[in-house]
Structures are given as C-alpha cells and as structure tokens.
Antibody, heavy 114, light 112 residues
Framework: EVQLVETGGGLVQPGRSLKLSCVAS????????MSWTRQAPGKGLEWVAS????????YYPDSVKGRFTISRDNAQNTLYLQMNSLRSEDTATYYC???????WGQGASVTVSS | DIVMTQGALPNPVPSGESASITCQSS???????????LNWYLQRPGQSPQLLIY???TRASGVSDRFSGSGSGTDFTLKISSVEAEDVGVYYC?????????FGSGTKLEIK
C-alpha cells in the first residue's frame, strides 16, 4: 500500500523557518518525481514545488521561489520542504504528493502567526 | 500562467441523477504527443484530495466507472453518472502541461 506521511508542521512566527518531511512507503521512491501542494484554510489547491526522481531538478511557482526549497533523500525514502521567510499567506495544509499526484499524504498543518 | 476556470453545479443534485462539471483552460492542454495534460481530483469533506482522472479521460486505479472525463484542448467535462452520497465533496481540475502547475478553484457537489 502506498503511504505518504508528512511531519514537521506547526505554529511559526512570520519571518521564521520550518522544515516539513514526508516519508514514503509502499513503492519505489526513487522512481518517482515528487511534489508539495498546499491548501489554505477554506481555499483551493495550490502547487508549491516539484522535484525530479534523482533530485537533480526542482520547480517552484513565483509565490515561493527563493523562499522554499524542495529536496529528497532517496536512501531514506524521504521528501523535504524547507520553508524560509514565512509569511501569513503561507498558512495552509501542506500535502506531499507522488508523481502525477496519484497519491497524497494526510497533510501537515502550518500556521504562520505572531 | 495557465488559468483553469471551473463551472458551478446546480446543487443539490438528486441522488441517482447525473452531474457534469466543466473546466476551461486559458491555453490548449493538448500536447504534440497526442495526450491532453489534464487531471481531475475529488476532495471529500475532511480528507486529502484523490486523483480521479488523468490524461483528461483515463480513470485512476480503483475509481468507479461512474466517473468519466472528456473534452477538447481547452474545454473539459467530468461526468458523474448516477451520483451517490459518497460523491459529495469538491472537484478540482488541474493542468500539468507546463509549470507552474495550476488548479481550478473547485466545484462543490451536494447530494439531495
């Protein structure tokens, strides 16, 4: 069974940093691109970052480019999202997704507030 | 950026009736390889989204054949035949032709 389990969410002050992790199981992790997608409270879905299966290339929307960094450790079957210079508008549930978003984790809640 | 625009449903939809959700993209999602780079997702209340349809018309593993996707390069439809209580939630279309990946704003389905 494919499983994606996110951890690392929480309450953080504006301007601070937070790092999310996603542990994958039930599939060959290094065969798949991976992504993060977020959902602000009561809002729709927003793609945040993607990384190739080797980790050699990464992609971001302008809203997080330069502040967020996606990375992966294929030996540990783990995906990461380093979030710096956090803003109130980054408050959301962050989902780890596999490949063409055919599998989603349960989400990690991030609240940016003073 | 490619803008995805979704239509609304005349909620609530009577149980057993069919429902069609529309999605329009600001740019053709038809690639030169013949594939259309459009996904559909369902997010049930309190749950994570799940993939329903990929490549515009291919059902994801385990998805009921009551769900079908169709369309052209810019206009798409998700049809749910004979809606059931478990179909309640918000449906999203998404393009994956180019970055940034973009989603529609969502279409809520309620059942009567």
């Amino acid at each position: 069974e494919v499983q994606l389990v996110e951890t690392g969410g929480g309450l953080v002050q504006p301007g601070r940093s937070l790092k999310l992790s996603c542990v994958a199981s039930g599939f060959t992790f290094n065969n798949y691109w991976m992504s993060w997608t977020r959902q602000a409270p009561g809002k729709g879905l927003e793609w945040v970052a993607s990384i190739t299966n080797s980790g050699g290339s990464t992609y971001y929307p302008d809203s997080v480019k330069g502040r967020f960094t996606i990375s992966r450790d294929n030996a540990q079957n783990t995906l990461y999202l380093q979030m710096n210079s956090l803003r109130s508008e980054d408050t959301a549930t962050y989902y780890c997704t596999r490949g063409g978003m055919d599998a989603w984790g349960q989400g990690a809640s991030v609240t940016v507030s003073s | 950026d490619i803008v995805m625009t979704q239509g609304a449903l005349p909620n609530p939809v009577p149980s057993g009736e069919s429902a069609s959700i529309t999605c329009q993209s600001s740019k053709s999602l038809l690639h030169s390889n013949g594939k259309t780079y459009l996904n559909w997702y369902l997010q049930r209340p309190g749950q994570s989204p799940q993939l329903l349809i990929y490549w515009m018309s291919t059902r994801a593993s385990g998805v009921s054949d009551r769900f079908s996707g169709s369309g052209s390069g810019t206009d798409f439809t998700l049809k749910i035949s004979s809606v059931e209580a478990e179909d309640v939630g918000v449906y999203y279309c998404q393009q994956f032709l180019e970055y940034p990946l973009t989603f529609g704003s969502g279409t809520k389905l309620e059942i009567k």
